[in-house]
């Protein structure tokens, strides 16, 4: 079992940046960040392999996004900037321990999930 501890997050005003961290207890491969809005479905956002050398944005971030991690800490990262309002919701981590063969931005690629973490854009 692999637990995902987040930290960062909270209030910005638009324009402004934040750092999510998501660190695992154990063991992880690939991992990638994901949102939610109030009634919307969860977005993938990132995703990062093992290695590093891997990593896919989804094509609305324009470049905003920021995912990487450090093995050494068993941690990722997702620095975020320029945010908008639209970038309200609840921000989700989740890693896999072995490939499953679903597409990175598939949420049932994952095998464990962080708790969402609020980050609320005000204009």
């Known amino acids: 079992q692999v637990q995902l501890v987040r930290s960062g997050g909270g209030s910005v005003q638009a324009g402004g940046s934040l750092r999510l961290s998501c660190a695992a207890s154990?063991?992880?491969?690939?991992m990638a960040w994901f949102r939610q809005a109030p009634g919307k479905q969860r977005q993938f956002l990132a995703f990062?392999?093992?290695?590093?050398?891997?990593?896919y944005y989804a094509d609305f971030l324009k470049g905003r996004f920021t995912i990487s991690r450090d093995n050494a800490k068993n941690t990722v990262y997702l620095q975020m900037s320029s945010l908008e309002p639209e970038d309200t919701a609840d921000y989700y981590c989740?890693?896999?321990?072995?490939?499953?063969?679903?597409?990175?931005?598939?949420?049932?690629?994952?095998?464990?999930w962080g708790q969402g973490t609020q980050v609320t854009v005000s204009s």
């Open positions: 989740a890693a896999e321990v072995n490939k499953n063969g679903a597409d990175y931005y598939n949420a049932i690629r994952y095998h464990y």
């Open positions: 990062v392999s093992r290695s590093g050398g891997n990593l």
């Open positions: 154990g063991h992880t491969e690939g």
